[in-house]
């Protein structure tokens, strides 16, 4: 062996050792990057640039972060607020949902009632997917209006803490991924007959809507609600009070691994 190649050697065993270590530590493979991503820092913007701003009313922003009084927009008290975004090009066959939020009701019980949803996919007469806080104050995925609901036992939610939730659909595959605080905490195996509900042909008035004004009736009956997100169960009544830091929103079903590297953390 010549002493040119001899002298390279050093090197080369440095850069496979440096190689190696970037492997373990899976810096091989960035963070996913989000269809879509809302920080709260003062405004309602996508962070990317792409999609338009949160529908904000009645809210706050409040140390950096959005502010959500806990009144369902359409009750019969006035102040309810509204806060709904519209993610185009979303394909609801697969994709990742994931925020960093706090609660902040008076009371622990109305964490687990009537204030207890968190993020919903959907708004006016079709729900496709939904994150909620169990009577047990556990953490809940719902799909397909609720008819598929599935509460993931010994997965306390916390209130008045800041708290990570991250969930990836896949519905081909037929399987759904939960992580609170980085860490994977549920795989979710849907039936093997799962099929997302299609949008009826008709659309109908939920019952909550009936007697209101006819204003807010039809621009909530216009919006396309296979790509809208609310912190708001419209179907229930059920609202988020609250601050929210952050939103990310990925357009297809991120695995196990990559949910652990969404960039946000309690």
């Given at each position: 062996?010549s002493?040119?190649s001899?002298?390279?050697?050093?090197?080369?065993?440095?850069?496979?050792?440096?190689?190696?270590?970037g492997?373990?530590?899976?810096?091989?493979?960035?963070?996913?990057e989000?269809?879509a991503?809302?920080?709260?820092n003062?405004?309602?913007?996508?962070?990317?640039?792409?999609h338009?701003?949160?529908e904000?009313e009645?809210?706050?922003?409040k140390?950096d972060?959005l502010?959500?009084n806990?009144?369902?927009?359409?009750s019969?008290?006035?102040?309810?607020?509204?806060?709904?975004?519209?993610?185009s090009?979303?394909?609801?066959?697969g994709?990742t949902v994931a925020?960093?939020?706090?609660?902040?009701?008076?009371r622990?019980?109305?964490?687990?009632?009537?204030r207890?949803?968190?993020?919903?996919?959907g708004?006016?007469?079709?729900r496709?997917?939904g994150l909620?806080?169990s009577q047990?104050?556990?953490?809940?995925v719902?799909?397909?209006n609720?008819l598929?609901r599935?509460?993931?036992?010994?997965?306390?939610l916390?209130?008045?803490?800041?708290?990570?939730?991250?969930?990836?659909?896949?519905?081909?595959?037929?399987?759904?991924?939960?992580a609170?605080?980085?860490?994977?905490?549920s795989?979710?195996?849907?039936?093997?007959?799962f099929?997302?509900?299609?949008?009826p042909?008709?659309i109908?008035?939920?019952?909550?809507l009936e007697?209101?004004?006819v204003?807010?009736r039809?621009?909530?009956?216009?919006?396309?609600t296979?790509?809208?997100w609310?912190?708001?169960?419209?179907?229930?009544?059920?609202?988020?009070?609250g601050?929210?830091?952050?939103?990310?929103i990925?357009?297809r079903?991120?695995?196990?691994?990559?949910?652990e590297?969404i960039p946000l953390?309690?």
């Amino acid at each position: 062996m010549s002493k040119v190649s001899t002298s390279y050697l050093p090197v080369i065993a440095l850069f496979a050792v440096c190689s190696l270590i970037g492997v373990c530590r899976g810096e091989q493979e960035p963070a996913p990057e989000p269809l879509a991503h809302y920080r709260f820092n003062g405004d309602a913007k996508d962070a990317k640039g792409v999609h338009a701003d949160f529908e904000l009313e009645n809210t706050a922003f409040k140390d950096d972060a959005l502010y959500l009084n806990g009144h369902y927009e359409l009750s019969v008290e006035k102040g309810g607020y509204r806060a709904i975004c519209r993610t185009s090009g979303l394909d609801i066959a697969g994709y990742t949902v994931a925020l960093r939020f706090k609660s902040e009701p008076h009371r622990i019980e109305e964490f687990r009632s009537f204030r207890s949803n968190l993020f919903t996919g959907g708004v006016s007469s079709y729900r496709w997917f939904g994150l909620q806080r169990s009577q047990n104050g556990n953490l809940v995925v719902m799909l397909n209006n609720g008819l598929f609901r599935h509460e993931i036992k010994g997965v306390a939610l916390e209130h008045h803490k800041w708290t990570v939730v991250a969930c990836s659909v896949d519905i081909p595959a037929r399987t759904v991924i939960a992580a609170v605080n980085g860490k994977q905490v549920s795989i979710i195996r849907l039936p093997m007959d799962f099929k997302v509900i299609d949008l009826p042909k008709g659309i109908r008035l939920p019952k909550e809507l009936e007697g209101r004004d006819v204003k807010l009736r039809t621009m909530l009956m216009q919006k396309d609600t296979k790509k809208e997100w609310s912190f708001t169960d419209y179907g229930h009544g059920r609202c988020f009070h609250g601050l929210v830091d952050e939103i990310l929103i990925y357009g297809r079903a991120l695995t196990a691994g990559e949910l652990e590297k969404i960039p946000l953390r309690p």
